[in-house]
């Protein structure tokens, strides 16, 4: 069918114009896009972050609880203190110090076979001293060494893996003077 001069395609008249909108009404529209699912990438991501904390604080509590059963129970420091109160309480009045080393505790020292808290210590004593005396006075037992002997040494293992080390030597170097020295050691 032929068209009347002056109308179709060459003279303004839009084609297919009687099937839909104008095309100028589509190019000033955007695009139809379909809604955008919602990923679960950031539910995955969030779930192993939080699984992740989980497992570090169990971890972290579980290194802690571990730790104090390899320290058998108790902290370095509180060994420390009780340390320096049974060094404390052993000397006389008349005893003379000649040297001690504190217990210094070491962070992070986990005592599977060696001992992280020590104690040392020596007196000068211008008497004799009972061995089984200076050892009770330390709260050691003393079931070995007859009462009145004033030389030698004792030594104390708890099941904790604690010891407990009391000697009582002649001074080579002064007459009528003893040596009393304790060396204390916990894990």
């Known amino acids: ?12 008249q839009r084609q ?24 679960k990438l950031g539910w995955v991501l969030g779930g192993v972050g ?12 579980g290194c802690a609880s571990v730790a104090s059963l390899i320290n058998n129970g108790g902290s370095h420091e509180a060994k420390a203190r009780a340390m320096t109160a049974k060094a404390d309480n052993l000397p006389e009045s008349d005893w003379q110090l000649v040297g001690r080393s504190d217990p210094k505790v070491e962070s992070g020292c986990l005592s599977i076979d060696i001992p992280c808290v020590r104690l040392s210590a020596t007196w000068a004593v211008p008497h004799r001293v009972g061995l ?18 004033f030389s030698g040494c004792l030594e104390d293992k708890e099941k904790d893996g604690s010891t407990s080390r009391v000697c009582i030597e002649a001074d080579p170097a002064l007459d009528d003077t003893w040596r009393v020295s304790i060396n204390l050691t916990a894990k």
């Open 16 to 39: 297919g114009s009687q099937y839909g909108p104008p095309q100028q009404q589509f190019q000033s529209q955007q695009p139809f896009r379909p809604p955008r699912k919602k990923g």
């Open 1 to 12: 069918m032929a068209q009347p001069p002056g109308h179709g395609p060459q003279h303004g």
């Open 132 to 149: 089984a005396d200076a050892a009770s006075r330390l709260g050691m037992k003393t079931s070995g060494p007859p009462m009145g002997l």
């Open 50 to 61: 939080v699984a992740t904390a989980l497992i570090v604080a169990v971890l972290f509590a």
